[in-house]
């Protein structure tokens, strides 16, 4: 099958000025990143922020050079094949602001779409339905510049389906949207890619939920490095084998010092200072550390308030690999 993205051995590093009197510093954002994107795909791109997600994107959408590696978009090389990528391609960046204030929404989206070509009729036929689907159509004629953070989402997620590209790079799509909007633009995704089966989309997101939705395959990556890369079913079989715990303790700590103990392969908490506790998450390797750990909770006098073992999801894929959720926003690279 023909890969719509290819890369091999994908190396970016910047570098970082230090203060006055330090010699500056390099930071690798992506680290020998090999990947495969079948056409026709709904390709996930799972990780924390900073764990090189959008340093990919921009490398594949031409707005950044590689260190070293190689990149291709449909076959395309991203270094010397600037042009004919950019004619097949479109990309929508969560919380990004594009067009002009003075423009309306639908004047706006216009421009983008004259900017690929796209005939009249059929321009203005794509602009309206997808007002619909966004629930932008009341907006068509305000200005951008008067659009909430929200709205302004919503119309750049219709820019990158207006031109109908052959590739499209979905950069955090639904960040900042509530959930009703999110929701459909999730079905509105789904719908499109029923439609254009030849049609390809790299998906960026660190909600685990929307890319098990959505996803035909994810890889997980964190630090540059490609971690796993399998559909989610065969990523959620991978830690099956062990135990996963819910845990309600009644009081407020990150409960760090429970990673290290033995059979702890992962650990997130989720404080709630309203009512006073603290859930945690963990991934053990097996059911015979749990007497353990709750022997030493009982201890420390932390009263437990609930337990229960839990089906695995691809946050705890992300936990069994790295041993942190999505919320430990600790990455150091871009």
Known sequence: MKKSIKTIDLVREFQVKAGKGKESRIIRALDGVNLEVEEGELFGLLGPNGAGKTT???????????????????????TRDVLPIRQRINMVSGGEYSGYGILTVKETLWMFSQFYGIPYRVAFERINELLEVVGLKSEANTRVSRLSTGMRQKMNFCRGFVTDPKILFLDEPTLGLDVEAARDIRAYVKTWMDKHPERTILLTTHYMAEADELCDRVAIIDHGKILACDTPQALKKKVSGGSIMEISLGVLDDFTWLKGKPGVKGLTSSPSIEKNRTTLKLVLESEE????????????????????????????????LVGRGLSDENSSSA
Do not use: W
């Open 56 to 78: 990919l994107i921009k490398i594949l959408v031409t707005l950044l050079y590689p260190t070293s590696g190689q990149a291709f978009v449909d076959g395309l090389d991203v």
């Open 289 to 320: 550390f749990v007497p353990g750990m709750i022997s030493e909770l009982n201890q420390r006098q932390i009263p437990i308030l609930g337990m229960q073992s839990v089906e695995p999801t691809l946050e705890d894929v992300f936990l069994t």
